[in-house]
T-cell receptor, first 114, second 115 residues
Framework: ETGVTQSPTHLIKTRGQQVTLRCSSQSGHNTVSWYQQALGQGPQFIFQ???????GRGNFPPRFSGLQFPNYSSELNVNALELDDSALYLCATKEGAGGPYEQYFGPGTRLTVT | AQSVTQLGSHVSVSEGALVLLRCNYS??????LFWYVQYPNQGLQLLLK??????LVKGINGFEAEFKKSETSFHLTKPSAHMSDAAEYFCAVRRLSLFGSKLTFGKGITLSVRP
């Protein structure tokens, strides 16, 4: 197992609501990325944070936002939830913004929007 | 831009048979390539990675993959399948960069292993 943890494990929300998902990084990892994995699909990159600054974003609308804290833990916030936001949300942490170091994935948060 | 194509969504093999999962990539710059495995209701676990060193890469659980630039391929193989190999497998590509680590994943292949 990696040292990356995510909370909560499962979450059920209603369309239009807001949600916050959390990720604790492995020790020494200053970069966190968030991915959305819809059922039957590969993960899609949402954004990356390096030392508390967003330094890369995928094709997701602004209602997907994030934070990275001084201890390198992170939050993913999604406003105005839509049914299509139902997915497994994965965070991945690594050392350094780029370079060859691998990313370590957490177990994910399963979000269901009804 | 980078992209990954994984041919076929489902592969079924007998226990003890060869496992071959195909991955082709597209990248305008030299890539890093990865294979991840995902068991039901779990996150992604790295099987192996190619980062421009040896073209034949050995990973965990007896898996290996060969980077073939001329074919833009990075196929995953295992000589003898085990029941515990049944899972979802994802190929991913990342560009060499000092500034970003975005992974682009394929759609995944479900591997079934028959007794």
């Amino acid at each position: 197992e990696t040292g990356v943890t995510q909370s909560p494990t499962h979450l059920i929300k209603t369309r239009g609501q807001q949600v916050t998902l959390r990720c604790s990084s492995q020790s020494g990892h200053n970069t966190v990325s968030w991915y959305q994995q819809a059922l039957g699909q590969g993960p899609q990159f949402i954004f990356q944070y390096y030392r508390e600054e967003e330094n890369g974003r995928g094709n997701f609308p602004p209602r997907f936002s994030g934070l990275q804290f001084p201890n390198y833990s992170s939050e993913l916030n999604v406003n105005a939830l839509e049914l299509d936001d139902s997915a497994l949300y994965l965070c991945a942490t690594k050392e350094g913004a780029g370079g060859p170091y691998e990313q370590y994935f957490g177990p994910g948060t399963r979000l269901t929007v009804t | 831009a980078q992209s990954v194509t994984q041919l076929g969504s489902h592969v079924s093999v007998s226990e003890g048979a060869l496992v071959l999962l195909r991955c082709n990539y597209s990248s305008s710059v030299p890539p890093y390539l990865f294979w991840y495995v995902q068991y039901p209701n779990q996150g992604l676990q790295l099987l192996l990675k190619y980062t421009s060193a040896a073209t034949l890469v050995k990973g965990i659980n007896g898996f290996e993959a060969e980077f073939k630039k001329s074919e833009t391929s990075f196929h995953l193989t295992k000589p003898s399948a085990h029941m515990s190999d049944a899972a979802e497998y994802f190929c991913a590509v990342r560009r060499l960069s000092l500034f970003g680590s975005k992974l682009t994943f394929g759609k995944g292949i479900t591997l079934s292993v028959r007794p």
